[in-house]
């Protein structure tokens, strides 16, 4: 892999990082997109940010790693790995997210909550209120790229290894459609 010190290379190395003209699931429209299973599933490439996440909270003395489905399943599960913890996942549910499959979340419990690609948040929010409704403790938030230019707050402490403030532009109005570039829909 390339350059070692910095996750932004290598989210472009795994093709995850791209450039070009793409219509994002709001409809918007953006230069730049991240596509997360492309660095999912890359075992390697996932452990080593999911290894800047564990670096950042271990002094924390996380007892639980929490993700949302989808891809906080594989999340949770590394940074587990990495902090000797278990991992689990909440699913969604009528009331946001659960804990189901037997997964618990003992009362007092310190948990940090892991996702892949922070936009508005979410995900994350459902995530936090399922443990705290299990009457765990929230520490923190780790996910992998922050594409809110860190405006996204949870009033927990949050670490991204990529920070993104991405452009993005209503359809009638994109300077890249008026430049007649080709569009991906993502």
């Given at each position: 892999m390339t350059n070692e010190a910095d996750p932004s290379a290598l989210l472009r190395e795994v093709g995850a990082l791209m450039d070009g003209h793409f219509r994002l699931s709001s409809g918007r429209h953006s230069p730049v997109y991240v596509e997360k299973f492309r660095l999912l599933q890359d075992p390697k490439a996932t452990e080593r940010l999911c290894r800047l996440i564990a670096d950042r909270f271990r002094d924390d003395r996380?007892?639980?790693?929490?993700?949302?489905?989808?891809?906080?399943?594989?999340?949770?599960?590394?940074?587990a790995r990495l902090l000797g913890r278990r991992g689990i996942f909440a699913e969604r549910a009528e009331r946001g997210r659960d804990f189901q499959r037997g997964f618990q979340v003992r009362p007092g419990e310190r948990?940090?909550?892991?996702?892949?690609?922070?936009?508005?948040g979410g995900s994350i929010r459902e995530v936090i209120e399922a443990v705290r409704r299990a009457k765990?403790?929230?520490i923190g938030v780790g996910?992998?790229?922050?594409?809110?230019?860190?405006?996204?707050?949870?009033?927990?402490?949050?670490f991204a290894c990529v920070e993104l403030?991405?452009?993005?532009?209503?359809?009638?109005?994109?300077?890249?459609?008026?430049?007649?570039?080709?569009?991906?829909?993502?």
């Open positions: 996380p007892e639980l790693v929490a993700g949302p489905t989808t891809g906080g399943i594989i999340l949770s599960y590394e940074v948990t940090l909550i892991v996702d892949d690609i922070l936009t508005t765990g403790d929230p996910v992998l790229v922050d594409r809110s230019g860190g405006r996204t707050e949870f009033g927990l402490p949050l403030d991405l452009t993005t532009y209503a359809e009638g109005s994109c300077p890249l459609c008026d430049a007649g570039a080709p569009l991906t829909v993502t």
